[in-house]
Structure formats: structure tokens, C-alpha cells
């Protein structure tokens, strides 16, 4: 599979390019090149990890090479819901070329070793590893739209407008989508982290074993909470919450990244 991880690393590329020539310039025709490259890069991509599934004979998302090119994949199905629910075709610009990059990652890392029976086996594994991607996704828009907030937020306050400046989704925009996607973050991040006590428990007859992943997770969890829950008071709406917001995506790199290199028994992303 791994020239057709090329096909959509090109379309991936495309997209980027023309995200952020569309961001530039503010042509429709640009950006629909890049919706369609985008689009087609999504299809193959689909393609891709369902037939690394059925020729590694487990799901594709146990090795980091896996878990880097689902991430980019549900990164993809995010950005087009937010591409559909709030029109912001500026997201485009920061968010292709962050999955470009995820996606040429994992080709270059390779092919990746077959998975135990004991992950592969049960029906928890997929459940529960798919939530927390699309829960990582969900966070890396929230931390996106939170620079762009601050961005935004900081040019006003010195009143000196560049066009970078008016080429970003309004300011209200910018925060509710950091809001949602945040909240989205948390929702699946909870019922990730639920279905893997259920595994945990049904494979080890623990519910919580203090693995550094699961530490990391449940940290994430917590400052999430907190920032929805002060989103929604007055002293903490806007600046402050999108500060927490970019603290609270260093935890997320440290649960996705950083607790592989430490003596953990999860071996996936």
C-alpha cells in the first residue's frame, strides 16, 4: 500500500498548496482545487487503511506509523465538518499542511510489525483506539483555532490590521470553533478513556494500572474539563481560555507522543 500512501500524500499536498494559496489570495477557484484534492486524497486514504487492516490482519492503528497516518485521516473527516458547519475555508491553510506532513511521517516510517493476539483479538481494540484519534483530532483543531484567536485577538488590541489579519475567520467564529471542537475533544476523549478501563479490566482484571499513557490521559482530561467549564464564565471567555487551550495540546503531544518513549504497555498511538 504504500504507493497508494504516496497518491494521497500527493493529493494531500495539493490541497495544502492551494489551502494556502486560497488563504492568500482569497480565490474560490483555488479553494475548490483544494476541497476536491482533499476529497480524493480522503477516499484513497480510506482505501489505504482498510487494506492495511485486511493484509496486517489487525486494525490499523497499533504501530506509531499506523497511528500517524489515522491521525491525519480523521484530521481530514474533522476539517470537512468544520469546512461544511462554519465556512471557514482559512482553517484550510493550517490544517493541510499539518496533515501533509503527518501523512509523509508515516511513509516514511514504513511497514509496521504484526500485533499481538491479545490486541488484536478483542472488539475494544478498535472502539477504543478510534475514539481517542478523533479526540486528538478534535484537540488539534481546538489548539488551531486557539493561536488564530490569540492571533487575532492581539492585533486587535494593538489595532495594527494585516491582511493576515482579515484573511481569519471573524473573531466570534474563531472561538466557538475552538469551544466545539474542544468540547467534542473532551466528549470523545471521556469515552475513550472509559472503553479502555473496560479492556484493561477485562485483559488484566484492572480497571486502572498507573500506565504513564493513562496518567497523561487523564491529566489531558482534566484541563479540558476545566476549560469548557471556564469557557463558559465570564473572567475566562476569549484570551485566557485560548491560552489553555495551547497548554492543554502540549498534554495532548506528550499522551500521543511522549509516553512511548516511557515504560508503557501501550504500544499504539
Not at 472502539?127 to 486557539?146: E, G, P
Amino acid at each position: 500500500m504504500r504507493s497508494l500512501l504516496l497518491a494521497v500524500l500527493a493529493a494531500y499536498l495539493i490541497a495544502a498548496i492551494h489551502s494556502i494559496l486560497a488563504f492568500v489570495n482569497k480565490r474560490r477557484s483555488l479553494q475548490r482545487v483544494a476541497e476536491w484534492s482533499t476529497a480524493a486524497g480522503f477516499i484513497l486514504h480510506t482505501v489505504v487503511l482498510i487494506a492495511d487492516w485486511v493484509y496486517d490482519g489487525h486494525y490499523p492503528l497499533f504501530s506509531l506509523r499506523e497511528a500517524l497516518s489515522f491521525l491525519a485521516w480523521a484530521l481530514v473527516a474533522l476539517y470537512s465538518i468544520v469546512l461544511y458547519r462554519y465556512r471557514s475555508q482559512a482553517v484550510g491553510a493550517f490544517v493541510m499542511p499539518l496533515i501533509s506532513v503527518l501523512t509523509l511521517v508515516a511513509l516514511l516510517i514504513g511497514t509496521s510489525s504484526s500485533a499481538p493476539a491479545t490486541f488484536s483479538a478483542t472488539w475494544l481494540f478498535p472502539i477504543h483506539t478510534t475514539l481517542l484519534i478523533f479526540a486528538y483530532a478534535a484537540f488539534v483543531i481546538a489548539f488551531m483555532a486557539s493561536v488564530m484567536y490569540l492571533v487575532q485577538e492581539r492585533e486587535l488590541k494593538l489595532k495594527t490590521f494585516s491582511a493576515f489579519f482579515h484573511r481569519l475567520p471573524a473573531l466570534n467564529t474563531v472561538n466557538e470553533l475552538a469551544t466545539g471542537a474542544a468540547a467534542l475533544g473532551l466528549l470523545l476523549l471521556t469515552l475513550g478513556i472509559a472503553s479502555g478501563m473496560i479492556w484493561s479490566s477485562t485483559r488484566f482484571g484492572q480497571v486502572w494500572r498507573n500506565d504513564p499513557k493513562e496518567i497523561f490521559a487523564l491529566l489531558t482530561w482534566l484541563l479540558y474539563l476545566v476549560l469548557i467549564i471556564y469557557r463558559f464564565t465570564p473572567n475566562w471567555r476569549g484570551r485566557s481560555a485560548a491560552w489553555l487551550g495551547v497548554v492543554g495540546f502540549g498534554l495532548v503531544l506528550l499522551t500521543f507522543l511522549g509516553t512511548r518513549f516511557l515504560d508503557s504497555y501501550h504500544v499504539f498511538g
